[in-house]
Protein backbone atom coordinates (compact mmCIF):
# COMPACT_ATOMS: atom_id res chain seq x y z
CA UNK A 1 0.00 0.00 0.00
CA UNK A 2 2.88 2.21 0.53
CA UNK A 3 4.73 1.71 -2.42
CA UNK A 4 1.13 2.54 -4.25
CA UNK A 5 0.72 5.69 -2.46
CA UNK A 6 4.18 6.83 -3.33
CA UNK A 7 3.82 5.94 -6.50
CA UNK A 8 0.86 7.86 -7.30
CA UNK A 9 2.57 10.92 -5.36
CA UNK A 10 5.30 10.39 -8.22
CA UNK A 11 3.01 10.50 -10.74
CA UNK A 12 0.60 13.44 -9.68
CA UNK A 13 4.28 15.99 -8.99
CA UNK A 14 5.55 14.57 -12.91
CA UNK A 15 6.14 17.50 -15.23
CA UNK A 16 3.78 17.17 -18.42
CA UNK A 17 6.73 16.10 -20.51
CA UNK A 18 7.05 13.04 -18.19
CA UNK A 19 3.41 12.44 -18.09
CA UNK A 20 3.41 12.45 -21.90
CA UNK A 21 6.24 9.83 -22.25
CA UNK A 22 4.53 7.29 -19.99
CA UNK A 23 1.04 7.43 -22.33
CA UNK A 24 -0.08 5.30 -25.06
CA UNK A 25 -0.63 5.69 -28.15
CA UNK A 26 -5.03 5.97 -28.04
CA UNK A 27 -4.11 8.57 -25.52
CA UNK A 28 -1.76 10.27 -27.68
CA UNK A 29 -4.80 10.48 -30.25
CA UNK A 30 -7.42 11.71 -27.88
CA UNK A 31 -4.73 14.55 -27.08
CA UNK A 32 -3.91 15.78 -29.89
CA UNK A 33 -7.84 15.90 -30.75
CA UNK A 34 -7.90 18.40 -27.53
CA UNK A 35 -5.15 19.95 -28.75
CA UNK A 36 -7.26 21.08 -32.41
CA UNK A 37 -10.12 21.56 -30.04
CA UNK A 38 -8.21 24.02 -28.05
CA UNK A 39 -6.27 25.37 -31.04
CA UNK A 40 -9.76 26.12 -32.80
CA UNK A 41 -11.07 27.61 -29.70
CA UNK A 42 -8.48 29.55 -29.06
CA UNK A 43 -8.87 31.45 -32.63
CA UNK A 44 -12.63 31.32 -32.08
CA UNK A 45 -12.03 33.55 -29.37
CA UNK A 46 -10.01 36.13 -30.18
CA UNK A 47 -12.36 36.79 -33.62
CA UNK A 48 -14.88 37.20 -31.66
CA UNK A 49 -13.04 39.48 -29.42
CA UNK A 50 -12.05 41.37 -32.41
CA UNK A 51 -15.53 41.45 -33.52
CA UNK A 52 -17.42 42.02 -30.49
CA UNK A 53 -14.63 44.38 -28.71
CA UNK A 54 -15.86 47.66 -27.67
CA UNK A 55 -19.37 46.86 -29.33
CA UNK A 56 -20.99 48.52 -26.35
CA UNK A 57 -19.18 51.95 -26.46
CA UNK A 58 -19.68 52.23 -30.07
CA UNK A 59 -23.10 51.49 -30.30
CA UNK A 60 -23.79 54.28 -27.12
CA UNK A 61 -21.71 56.81 -29.84
CA UNK A 62 -24.41 56.12 -32.71
CA UNK A 63 -26.71 56.67 -30.21
CA UNK A 64 -25.92 60.00 -29.23
CA UNK A 65 -25.05 60.89 -32.54
CA UNK A 66 -28.52 59.69 -33.38
CA UNK A 67 -30.01 61.68 -30.45
CA UNK A 68 -28.10 64.80 -30.85
CA UNK A 69 -30.79 66.59 -33.68
CA UNK A 70 -34.60 66.46 -33.82
CA UNK A 71 -34.52 65.18 -36.82
CA UNK A 72 -32.73 61.68 -38.61
CA UNK A 73 -29.21 62.02 -39.82
CA UNK A 74 -27.63 61.09 -43.06
CA UNK A 75 -25.95 57.50 -42.60
CA UNK A 76 -22.94 58.50 -44.19
CA UNK A 77 -22.39 61.16 -41.52
CA UNK A 78 -23.12 58.19 -38.53
CA UNK A 79 -21.12 55.85 -40.40
CA UNK A 80 -18.57 58.29 -40.29
CA UNK A 81 -18.94 59.03 -36.69
CA UNK A 82 -19.40 55.65 -35.47
CA UNK A 83 -18.30 53.02 -37.45
CA UNK A 84 -18.27 49.36 -36.52
CA UNK A 85 -21.91 48.76 -34.64
CA UNK A 86 -24.68 46.74 -36.23
CA UNK A 87 -26.90 49.52 -35.73
CA UNK A 88 -25.60 51.34 -38.90
CA UNK A 89 -27.00 48.60 -40.90
CA UNK A 90 -30.17 48.78 -39.12
CA UNK A 91 -30.21 52.38 -39.15
CA UNK A 92 -29.58 51.89 -43.48
CA UNK A 93 -32.56 49.73 -43.93
CA UNK A 94 -34.92 52.34 -42.13
CA UNK A 95 -33.51 55.12 -43.73
CA UNK A 96 -33.71 53.04 -47.36
CA UNK A 97 -37.31 52.23 -46.40
CA UNK A 98 -38.14 55.57 -45.83
CA UNK A 99 -36.61 57.20 -48.66
CA UNK A 100 -38.56 55.44 -51.18
CA UNK A 101 -41.95 55.93 -49.19
CA UNK A 102 -41.83 59.55 -49.48
CA UNK A 103 -42.70 61.58 -52.81
CA UNK A 104 -40.00 60.91 -55.48
CA UNK A 105 -37.39 58.90 -52.65
CA UNK A 106 -36.48 62.69 -51.07
CA UNK A 107 -36.17 62.01 -46.77
CA UNK A 108 -36.41 66.02 -47.04
CA UNK A 109 -40.53 66.21 -47.63
CA UNK A 110 -43.36 64.22 -48.40
CA UNK A 111 -45.29 61.82 -46.43
CA UNK A 112 -44.48 58.57 -44.45
CA UNK A 113 -47.34 55.81 -46.26
CA UNK A 114 -46.17 52.92 -44.22
CA UNK A 115 -44.44 53.13 -40.58
CA UNK A 116 -45.10 49.47 -40.20
CA UNK A 117 -42.85 48.45 -43.31
CA UNK A 118 -39.86 50.74 -42.21
CA UNK A 119 -39.99 48.86 -38.91
CA UNK A 120 -40.12 45.55 -40.37
CA UNK A 121 -37.15 46.37 -42.71
CA UNK A 122 -34.99 47.34 -39.95
CA UNK A 123 -36.15 44.44 -37.75
CA UNK A 124 -34.76 42.17 -40.51
CA UNK A 125 -31.53 43.86 -40.49
CA UNK A 126 -31.06 43.57 -37.00
CA UNK A 127 -31.60 39.48 -37.61
CA UNK A 128 -28.79 39.66 -40.08
CA UNK A 129 -26.42 41.27 -37.71
CA UNK A 130 -27.12 39.31 -35.26
CA UNK A 131 -26.76 35.76 -37.24
CA UNK A 132 -23.08 37.70 -38.06
CA UNK A 133 -22.44 38.16 -34.44
CA UNK A 134 -23.38 34.87 -33.40
CA UNK A 135 -21.26 32.99 -36.14
CA UNK A 136 -19.09 30.62 -34.56
CA UNK A 137 -20.49 30.84 -31.52
CA UNK A 138 -22.54 27.02 -31.84
CA UNK A 139 -18.25 26.10 -32.58
CA UNK A 140 -17.83 27.19 -28.78
CA UNK A 141 -20.42 25.76 -27.26
CA UNK A 142 -19.97 22.26 -28.96
CA UNK A 143 -16.36 22.78 -27.68
CA UNK A 144 -17.25 23.12 -24.01
CA UNK A 145 -19.69 20.45 -24.17
CA UNK A 146 -17.45 17.88 -25.80
CA UNK A 147 -14.45 18.48 -24.82
CA UNK A 148 -14.88 17.53 -21.19
CA UNK A 149 -16.03 13.86 -22.59
CA UNK A 150 -13.40 13.60 -24.72
CA UNK A 151 -10.63 13.96 -21.80
CA UNK A 152 -12.94 11.56 -19.85
CA UNK A 153 -12.97 9.08 -22.37
CA UNK A 154 -9.01 9.00 -22.07
CA UNK A 155 -9.65 8.89 -18.56
CA UNK A 156 -11.97 5.91 -18.65
CA UNK A 157 -8.83 4.01 -20.33
CA UNK A 158 -6.27 5.11 -18.96
CA UNK A 159 -7.84 3.50 -15.32
CA UNK A 160 -8.43 0.33 -17.30
CA UNK A 161 -4.91 0.26 -18.55
CA UNK A 162 -3.96 1.30 -14.51
CA UNK A 163 -6.04 -1.93 -13.75
CA UNK A 164 -5.46 -4.28 -16.73
CA UNK A 165 -1.57 -3.83 -15.28
CA UNK A 166 -2.20 -4.58 -12.18
CA UNK A 167 -4.17 -7.69 -12.95
CA UNK A 168 -0.99 -9.08 -15.45
CA UNK A 169 1.64 -8.11 -13.10
CA UNK A 170 -0.02 -9.57 -9.63
CA UNK A 171 1.63 -7.29 -7.78
CA UNK A 172 1.16 -3.16 -7.10
CA UNK A 173 3.83 -1.21 -7.86
CA UNK A 174 4.79 2.31 -9.64
CA UNK A 175 5.79 0.98 -12.88
CA UNK A 176 2.69 -0.92 -13.15
CA UNK A 177 0.08 1.51 -12.42
CA UNK A 178 1.71 4.76 -13.49
CA UNK A 179 1.13 4.83 -17.07
CA UNK A 180 -2.63 4.08 -16.77
CA UNK A 181 -2.73 6.89 -13.95
CA UNK A 182 -0.81 9.10 -16.34
CA UNK A 183 -2.77 8.61 -19.12
CA UNK A 184 -5.85 9.58 -16.29
CA UNK A 185 -4.23 12.62 -15.14
CA UNK A 186 -2.91 14.27 -18.03
CA UNK A 187 -6.61 13.54 -20.60
CA UNK A 188 -8.29 14.57 -17.31
CA UNK A 189 -6.54 17.90 -17.50
CA UNK A 190 -6.33 18.46 -21.44
CA UNK A 191 -10.16 17.80 -21.51
CA UNK A 192 -10.74 20.70 -19.13
CA UNK A 193 -7.85 22.98 -20.77
CA UNK A 194 -10.18 22.83 -23.93
CA UNK A 195 -13.03 23.09 -22.30
CA UNK A 196 -13.29 25.95 -20.01
CA UNK A 197 -11.62 29.27 -22.21
CA UNK A 198 -14.45 27.89 -24.77
CA UNK A 199 -17.33 27.94 -22.11
CA UNK A 200 -16.52 31.05 -20.09
CA UNK A 201 -16.08 33.18 -23.93
CA UNK A 202 -19.56 31.67 -24.91
CA UNK A 203 -21.26 32.96 -21.65
CA UNK A 204 -19.57 35.88 -21.69
CA UNK A 205 -20.10 36.90 -25.82
CA UNK A 206 -23.87 35.32 -25.93
CA UNK A 207 -24.55 38.03 -23.30
CA UNK A 208 -23.16 40.42 -25.20
CA UNK A 209 -24.82 39.40 -28.06
CA UNK A 210 -28.35 39.36 -26.68
CA UNK A 211 -27.37 43.00 -25.48
CA UNK A 212 -26.94 44.38 -28.64
CA UNK A 213 -29.95 42.73 -29.96
CA UNK A 214 -31.99 44.12 -27.56
CA UNK A 215 -30.46 47.62 -28.27
CA UNK A 216 -31.01 46.91 -31.86
CA UNK A 217 -34.76 46.05 -31.27
CA UNK A 218 -35.49 49.17 -29.28
CA UNK A 219 -33.81 51.50 -32.03
CA UNK A 220 -35.88 50.29 -34.53
CA UNK A 221 -39.29 51.26 -32.47
CA UNK A 222 -37.36 54.18 -31.70
CA UNK A 223 -36.27 54.97 -34.93
CA UNK A 224 -40.68 53.81 -36.11
CA UNK A 225 -41.39 56.88 -33.76
CA UNK A 226 -39.49 59.27 -34.87
CA UNK A 227 -40.73 59.05 -38.38
CA UNK A 228 -44.36 59.00 -37.56
CA UNK A 229 -43.53 62.42 -35.49
CA UNK A 230 -41.71 63.64 -38.84
CA UNK A 231 -43.89 62.51 -40.93
CA UNK A 232 -47.34 62.05 -40.59
CA UNK A 233 -48.35 65.77 -41.85
CA UNK A 234 -48.31 66.36 -45.43
CA UNK A 235 -45.55 69.35 -44.90
CA UNK A 236 -42.80 67.23 -42.04
CA UNK A 237 -40.08 69.44 -40.62
CA UNK A 238 -36.80 69.24 -42.64
CA UNK A 239 -34.96 66.17 -41.37
Given at each position: MEEIISGLALVLVASPLTLLEQTSGLARVVLGILLV????SWALILQKWSQLGGLDRKTSRFLQMFRAGGGLPNPKTLRAGSSGTPLIAVYDAGYAELSAQLTNGNPQGGKVKNANAIGVDMRVAAGDEVRKLERGMSSLATIASVSPYIGL??????VMDAFTGLGDAGTASLRVVAPGIAEALITTAAGLGAAIPALIAYNHYL???RSVASRMESFAAEFVAQVETLYSSANPPGA
Open positions: LSVFFGTVWGQGI
